[in-house]
Nanobody, 124 residues
Framework: VQLVESGGGAVQAGGFLRLSCVGSGFTETYGCMGWFRQISGKEREGVASISIPFGYTYYADSVKGRFTISQDKNNSTVYLEINKLVPEDTAIYYC??????????????????WGQGTQVTVSS
């Protein structure tokens, strides 16, 4: 299993980013893909998750309304769109996958595999 994130970068507050996570090597039919972030000096937190293949979405309360998770089954990609970026969104963003039929609150995931992360830096 391999997960590769991309799309991070340096943006100004109020801007928009779309992060991508391409998965490969999956042999399971069902899973839960999650996006996590780790702010410097803090524990990694889950921000969004999506059930594979059904597409049900779940969000941490702290990001509801600004973050959108989606999937493109054709190219095995999960996206995280972040609107109205604020400096507090500065973090390394990771995608991860937990195999099996359960999906829900991203902070309840116990991922089987992680990507390498992509840096998001928001300036004021």
């Amino acid at each position: 299993v391999q997960l590769v994130e991309s799309g991070g970068g340096a943006v100004q507050a109020g801007g928009f980013l779309r992060l991508s996570c391409v998965g490969s090597g999956f042999t399971e039919t069902y899973g839960c893909m999650g996006w996590f972030r780790q702010i410097s000096g803090k524990e990694r937190e889950g921000v969004a998750s999506i059930s594979i293949p059904f597409g049900y979405t779940y969000y941490a309360d702290s990001v509801k309304g600004r973050f959108t998770i989606s999937q493109d089954k054709n190219n095995s990609t999960v996206y995280l769109e972040i609107n109205k970026l604020v400096p507090e969104d500065t973090a390394i963003y990771y995608c991860a996958v937990q195999f099996g039929p359960w999906c829900g609150n991203p902070n309840h995931l116990r991922p089987d595999s992680w990507g390498q992360g992509t840096q998001v830096t928001v300036s004021s």
